[in-house]
């Protein structure tokens, strides 16, 4: 299984995230490679990491190809959508398009969903993932109704206490297992 984070703006969150559910992953089976593009990898400087993340290598396709289908991969990107990004949608089982309330973030997302839409992908495979603030007070309807889905997860924001964080990824986990 092949799960690829994708965020506008959240990059530390990216990373962190991907992270978090790359040890939540592990729980359940054999630990998950953990791929970080060089953007996401920058901000997130000072995280702790019990797995540590490798850089997107030259040739995802390459990379990603050799794995078995018993293996486990997290990747996550910030930023654009460039050409390996879309490789890494193409050879993942799910695609997590990480939000917050902000329109910034709102925008970004809606425009992630619309050009996997266009390229083909499933609206099940393409889901949402919405990322508190840390005052956790998100409108999660709202950002349904700006984003015309549901959200498929929401995660406390990096400063929510450790167990509340840990509990929604470790759910989220669990909910991308069943879903594949």
Sequence with gaps: MIVSLFADRRTPDVAAVAHDLAVALASQEATPALYIDTVATRAAKGLRF???PRPLPASVHATLGQLRPTDHAVLAFVGSVTEPVITAFDLSTRILVLTDSTVQSLRAAQRTFKLCRDIGYTPGRVLAVVLL??????????????LKREAFSVVPGPNAPADARRAAIAELADRIARAT
């Design 133 to 146: 603030e840390d005052a956790g007070l998100v409108d999660v309807d709202a950002v349904r109704t700006a």
């Design 50 to 52: 019990s797995i540590e």
